[in-house]
């Protein structure tokens, strides 16, 4: 569909001035995964950047075949709340909301979070995103994202600790982030999205060239005992998740 139909254009921020990101995990109805994907590279990526938003990258989750991950970046919180109510109050929207929404189980699972620090931001490919009328091949490379659930928000001495002691082990074990995001803490300005909002989170997201080298970083992690014993004791995380998640056809971060 063409933006033409969308009333209101406004230009989608570069990945690195994406000063808002929420983390999108979608629960989906079995084998509905793909269904949602097609439709949602067909018809909302274009459409939610012509509000302004950045469709920063859509995932399939490799260790949970019912799970769709996704990324959607603002310039800032009321560019955000422009954007989503006019994409959501939108004729593509409307035309397509009950076809999207009957693939899902649970849409609320919504992290608000922005970038840790401005050094630690992604930064935008420099090739533009697959086109919607090309068939692009699924990209090979696996991101891995963790997710560590704080007891009180990272504050500068976490963020020093973090720097320090975690940066240099990931990257020996081929983990190297090339993005961490913290907490957004600003109250969310479009309700009818329900965010999460039961304990801050600092996340890191790496990328490996393919499955073998991300499982093989992942064991190197889980085998560091410096992890184990040290790092994670001292920063003292409550729980750490994390996602092997493999980009879509047309996520522009691939």
């Given at each position: 569909m063409s933006t033409s139909s969308v009333t209101e254009h406004a230009a989608a921020p570069?990945?690195?001035?994406?000063?808002?990101?929420?983390?999108?995990?979608y629960r989906m109805q079995p084998n509905q995964r793909d269904v949602l994907i097609?439709?949602?590279?067909?018809?909302?990526?274009?459409?939610q950047e012509a509000l302004g938003?950045?469709?920063?990258?859509?995932?399939?989750?490799?260790?949970?075949?019912?799970?769709?991950?996704?990324?959607?970046?603002?310039?800032?919180?009321p560019a955000r709340q422009r954007g989503l109510e006019g994409f959501y109050g939108s004729g593509v929207w409307?035309?397509?909301?009950?076809?999207?929404?009957?693939?899902m189980i649970d849409?609320?699972?919504v992290r608000l979070l922005r970038y840790a620090r401005p050094t630690w931001s992604l930064a935008s490919p420099s090739v533009p995103r697959p086109h919607r009328d090309?068939?692009?091949?699924?990209?090979?490379?696996?991101?891995?994202?963790?997710v560590a659930t704080l007891a009180t928000p990272a504050d500068a001495s976490f963020k020093r600790t973090f720097e320090r002691d975690a940066l240099p082990l990931l990257r020996e074990c081929g983990l190297m982030p090339i993005a961490v995001f913290e907490t957004e803490p600003a109250p969310n300005n479009y309700p009818r999205l329900p965010i999460r909002?039961?304990?801050?989170?600092?996340?890191?997201?790496?990328?490996?060239v393919g499955v073998a080298a991300a499982s093989q970083a992942l064991s190197r992690w889980d085998a560091s005992l410096r992890a184990a014993g040290v790092l994670l004791p001292r920063l003292g995380l409550a729980r750490l998740e994390r996602?092997?998640?493999?980009?879509?056809a047309r996520s522009w971060l691939r």
């Open positions: 570069a990945l690195e001035d994406c000063a808002v990101i929420e983390l999108r995990d097609d439709l949602f590279e067909r018809e909302f990526i274009e459409t938003m950045r469709v920063m990258a859509h995932f399939r989750d490799l260790d949970r075949p019912d799970h769709y991950v996704w990324l959607r970046g603002f310039a800032d919180m409307l035309a397509h909301r009950n076809a999207a929404n009957a693939t849409s609320d699972d090309a068939e692009p091949a699924l990209p090979q490379s696996v991101f891995v994202l963790m909002t039961d304990a801050p989170v600092f996340a890191w997201l790496s990328r490996c996602m092997r998640l493999q980009p879509a």
